[in-house]
């Protein structure tokens, strides 16, 4: 199952009259089946957009674990990376933070990230 973050919006009085019009005239079944709705239909207008981004950029669509044994390889292999994650991105909690710091350059994360506070904190500053 895909899981979901959960969001909270500010929207007009007037916008939001008329999200309630159209609900309660039956296109939608409520007011998180219209803003989905949105959300679906302007990702869908900028795919090809959101798709050049991704390639140039080598980010990783989806969701992304890193183990403390995939951090013991990349350091066995002299390799740094450069985290770029669309999606979710889970740093399992054993990682050490000096291991962390020896094998990830950066983080960049457009979706959830999660990790021990810790482990956040340290990496946020690279």
Same mark, same amino acid.
């Given at each position: 199952? *895909?899981?979901?973050?959960?969001? +909270? &919006? ?6 939001? $009259?008329?999200?309630d019009?159209l ?8 007011r998180? /089946?219209?803003? %989905? ?6 990702? =869908? +207008?900028? =795919?090809?957009?959101v798709?050049? #981004?991704?390639? %140039?950029?080598?980010?990783? @669509? $989806? ?7 995939? !951090?013991?390889?990349l350091?066995?292999?002299? +390799? %740094? #990376? /450069? &985290?770029?994650? @669309? ?7 054993? #990682? ?6 020896? +094998? &990830?350059?950066? *983080?960049?994360?457009? $979706?959830?990230?999660?990790?021990? =506070?810790? !482990?956040?904190n ?5």
């Amino acid at each position: 199952m *895909v899981e979901s973050e959960k969001i +909270t &919006i500010n929207m007009n009085v007037v916008d939001l $009259g008329k999200v309630d019009l159209l609900v309660d005239q039956g296109f939608y079944s409520n007011r998180t /089946d219209f803003i %989905r709705t949105s959300i679906r239909n302007q990702l =869908a +207008t900028h =795919a090809a957009e959101v798709q050049e #981004i991704v390639v %140039r950029k080598s980010y990783v @669509v $989806g969701v992304m674990r890193l183990s403390h044994e995939d !951090l013991v390889e990349l350091e066995e292999n002299h +390799t %740094r #990376i /450069d &985290i770029k994650v @669309v999606g979710l991105l889970i740093l399992d909690n054993d #990682i050490d933070i000096e291991l962390a710091k020896r +094998t &990830i350059a950066s *983080v960049q994360v457009n $979706g959830v990230w999660k990790a021990s =506070a810790e !482990l956040k904190n340290a990496l946020s500053a690279l």
